[in-house]
């Protein structure tokens, strides 16, 4: 552990809007404290990330904002200098582009990095797209698992919808999925093709938004449902039977 932790700076993880709703409808005034008093941020994108600074505090000073983007072009030496700030005392935040940082977000890897470190690291309230749906679904939220993104190529995708569905009646454990918006639609459809008739198939989409759509039946009755999802944000969620 490191003996000088109460000399380090304080990484903060701050959730952000799920969709373009105003920030404090989902938000508490704690972020907007704390986006208050830092300058230092870790971001996915300046562009969307300066956006949500400027709507949260809208007289916040810009001019003096850091920001370290985080993402697929980001290169290691880059990421080893990102927590300097934490390391020289001074707090930093860190939030992605939409919902909890570090949950389906490259921002894990810097918040393992702070631990290793000795840096605090302190998590903020606010909304996950995989823990609304969890709890809207009505399945079993003693057990469940995120798996993220299936394959894109058909045929591993259907296998790996199969073994899902086996682990999900064999354990009684929910199994969570996102995909890209623009394949939302397709991934439905796989489901309603692969599944069993009489699997529960959850589709929440487009959470805490105005537009939100969350339902839950068998695949059965899917079929003969049309939800409007295509290019939308997801999260699908399986279980067995009712």
Not at 35 to 45: D, G, K, Q, T, Y
Not at 144 to 161: C, H, K, M, T, V
Not at 171 to 198: G, H, M, V
């Amino acid at each position: 552990m490191n003996e000088n932790k109460s000399s380090l700076g304080v990484l903060y993880l701050i959730p952000t809007p799920l969709g373009d709703n105003s920030p404090l409808e989902v938000l508490p005034l704690s972020i907007k404290k704390i986006i208050e008093e830092h300058v230092h941020f870790i971001i996915e994108n300046e562009k969307s990330a300066r956006q949500f600074i400027k709507k949260i505090t809208p007289h916040k000073n810009q001019s003096k904002i850091t920001l370290y983007p985080l993402n697929k072009f980001t290169s290691q030496e880059e990421m080893d200098t990102f927590l300097e700030p934490c390391m020289s005392g001074i707090s930093m935040g860190l939030f992605s582009d939409a919902g909890c940082p570090g949950i389906a977000d490259p921002g894990a890897v810097i918040v393992s990095k702070a631990h290793r470190l000795g840096i605090q690291v302190k998590p903020l309230i606010g909304p996950s797209s995989l823990i609304l749906a969890m709890m809207a679904s009505g399945m079993n939220g003693q057990s469940f698992a995120f798996n993220g993104y299936l394959p894109i190529e058909q045929r591993q995708r259907s296998q790996s919808i199969s073994r899902f569905e086996k682990k999900a009646f064999r354990a009684d454990q929910a199994q969570l999925f996102i995909e890209t918006p623009y394949r939302s639609e397709s991934l439905f459809k796989d489901f309603l093709k692969i599944l069993d008739p009489n699997t529960r198939l959850c589709v929440a989409c487009n959470i805490s938004l105005n537009s939100e759509y969350i339902l839950t039946l068998s695949v059965k009755k899917w079929k003969k449902i049309k939800p409007d999802i295509n290019k939308k944000p997801c999260v699908f969620i399986i279980e067995g039977s009712f």
